[in-house]
């Protein structure tokens, strides 16, 4: 129901350069370059499915979510949302849709968030009724209760993005694009959040598509991901098969309860981390089961954790080496160039 | 100390403020257009001198004075009223706080960075002035346009100052931004930027020729048309910069007892 | 159509509770706006004491020209700049998104964002002075001259708002925006002339570039009863083009919109 193929977006930004003799040339001739934001990328999403976008800043994230709403219009390629062009942004196209950013707003500043509220219902068509029960279903479920009435100026962090995540839902989008949402929230509202856009899906069969840095919320939203980087597409599966290809490797975590020489812990596995009383190995998927045995046997045990390598990691492994075959690539091509 | 490291950071604060200013080459243009309004008045007043001289101005008399209006305006220009507001609003003020350089400083060091553009925007202005109406528009003395370069600073610190003490306004209301409206209408009425001073009505110009507005363009004007002599020349200079000195007092006694008040609020 | 009728009334409302919210700005603000109306009659004045007629106008018929200025003022300040200047404020925040993402005509939101209701005071200080100058004349003006004059407050009004949609669609490409509204009231305080003091070059921006002369002066000839109606019509029709060209302007300035990084 969401069709990307062979999306590319290109700008032609002017090329500025500091110092005071820069700026005077830069008053009678501008060089430009041209940026490829995104450049030729793939992918279907279908309904109800919960996609997280992953990929290091500037990597096109971003702009693909624009693209996809209709705020941009691309360079080339075809993209359909529900059966629509996005870039033709056909009322019935957009009332069924949204766009949630973290750190902006689009409630209202000076007034009450209720305020926001009804004037999206106008914007929206929202009848009365169907209003009202939205509101109350919102209210139960992010606890707002008197939040709403207080102006948005008023409101810390938290609780204006508990509000602006009510005011984009007051239509009921089938469609939620979340451009970093959680960014900048203490841990528990990120927690209430994620459980609530969570349950959003669940319960209207909407589709979600999110940007985050954070991992836990790509962990606990995403069951699938895509990556883009430098507007290309770098991963499209599940978030569990990124993990296995790019970070096999499990972790066992041992308390021990006596002394014990490092000699011994690395016969067993690679030493991550190291403290009296505690260690951390990483080992082989296809070793785990052998290691534990092993470190059961010959070693004073007396707790043991098998986890998955952290995502922040995998994901910088990720994006290190796409950035370690770009650089062989333009490396190679230099060479060629030179010849 | 706050002084010296403030002087010593100077030459880099007018440089980095200079590449600003020349930066977006859109907004000179835009910039430039908006100060056109002499031009508006001189049509204006030379369809009323079509008939006959008024005072002593006629046509000619009237072009003269406001190319040189636009010309003093552009070299004594002050916006940060507008850029305190701004600042303040945003939050940016209280970067700006936490630096070793005394803000009222800084503020005027970006503001005359600005200055270089100003001038060349208003030197085909000045030539048009000297080619279409002729040397005798402006004065031929020496002595005069050493007079007219102490107007013009006169002037600047006049209106940077003036502007400053509305601008630190935003650090004790929020709709200081009003206030700012209201002091730019009385400044364009009672300068001489919209109507020669002289040609207001007898019993209301003695009030006008007490206020600071008139030493902003007027007097610079007066001088470099030549419609003064040196000893009156002397006299608008005495009073000016009379006008410097209280509003420099004035904007630092506002601007220190704002921060006091700012720094309760938390801004 | 309705739909947008109710969304007008809504964005109303919200300007309205904005403006009762703050009401001590309010307050400030209504005693600023008489500073307006009566600052703007010093120039005029002072032009009558040294000669008795400006390019062919006499001192009562320039106050009409006048009133009209400020009428349009008004409206400018209460209800034209306060809305546009939300899309400066958009722009500089990267909130412009929300605006477009919306199932309505986004120069309609932007357009009704926010209203100042105390620059009503202009509209009535406006009238004062349109009878002021029918009292110094000693007559008054005529019935289909009224209408004539009602009509071309409609087509002076879509002009004004033609002319911001302009400047705002520059918005778009020019980085630092504070500018521009500086620069359009500074061109619209021409417009407190009658048209006839603009001759040669300024003559033809003021009356077919930046249509001023058909915002003040016409309305003014309207009332003293010497409009024809050929001049009525070239006017509406005038005022249609332009504000086409305007929203034709908007469409391609908002083709170019970028959002500012992410």
Known sequence: MISVRDLRKHYRVHQRQAGLLAAVRSVFSRPTRLVKAVDGIDFEIPAGARVGFLGPNGAGKTTTLKVLSGLLHPTSGEVSVMGHEPRRREDAFLKRIMLVMGQKQQLLWDLPPAETFELNRAIYGVSMPQFRRTLKELDDALELGELVRKPTRQLSLGERMKCELAAALIHRPSVLFLDEPTIGLDVSMQVILRRFIKRYNEETGATLILTSHDMDDVAALCPRVVVIDKGRLSFDGPLTALVRKVRPEKRLVLELSAETPDAALEDLGRVVEREPGRVVLQVDQDQVHHTISRALAQLPVSDLTVEGAPLEEVMSELFARSRADREGESAAAGGEGAR | MSFRSGLRATPTIYKVAFSEAIAYRAEMIVWALSSSMPFVMLAMWSAVAADGPVGRFTAAGFGAYFLCTFIVRQLTGAWVAWQMNFEVRTGVMSMRLLRPVHPIWHFGVENAAYLPMRIAVSLPIAVILLVVLGRDAVSSSTLMWGMWLLAVVGAWWINFLASAAVGTLSLYMEQSIRVMDVWFLLYSLFSGYLIPVELFPGWIRPAIEWLPFRFIIDVPVQIMTGAVTVEEGAQLLLGQWTWVGVFLAVTLLLWKSGLKRFGAYGG | ?262
């Open chain 3, 1 to 262: 159509m309705l739909r947008y009728l109710r969304l007008f009334g809504i964005q109303i409302r919200a300007s309205l509770l904005l403006v009762l919210q703050y009401r001590a700005d309010f307050l400030l603000d209504a005693v600023l706006s008489l500073v307006g109306p009566l600052t703007a009659l010093v120039p005029l004045w002072v032009v009558f004491e040294q000669s008795d007629h400006l390019a062919g106008w006499s001192f009562p018929e320039s106050l009409l020209v006048l009133g009209w200025f400020m009428l349009l003022q008004g409206i400018l300040e209460g209800a034209i700049n306060p809305s546009l200047t939300t899309v400066v404020e958009h722009i500089r925040k990267g909130t412009l998104d929300f605006v477009l993402i919306k199932p309505a005509d986004a120069q309609f939101l932007v357009s009704t964002a926010k209203f100042l209701p105390a620059r009503g005071i202009n509209i009535v200080a406006a009238i004062g002075v349109f009878a002021w100058s029918f009292a110094e004349m000693g007559r008054t003006p005529s019935a289909w001259g009224l209408v004539q004059a009602f009509i071309l407050l409609l087509t002076a009004t879509l002009l004004l708002y033609s002319l911001w949609i302009l400047t705002i669609s520059l918005a778009f490409y020019v980085v630092r925006v504070d500018n521009l509204t500086y620069l359009f009231t500074a061109l619209f305080d021409a417009a407190r002339w009658p048209s006839s003091v603009f001759r040669g070059v300024w003559g033809i921006l003021f009356t077919f570039v930046i249509p001023l002369a058909l915002m003040t002066t016409w309305p003014s000839v309207a009332m003293l009863g010497n409009l024809g109606n050929s001049a009525l019509v070239g006017g509406i029709l005038g005022a249609l083009a332009f504000s086409a060209v305007a929203r034709g302007i908007w469409m391609l300035s908002l083709a170019k919109y970028t959002s500012a990084s992410s």
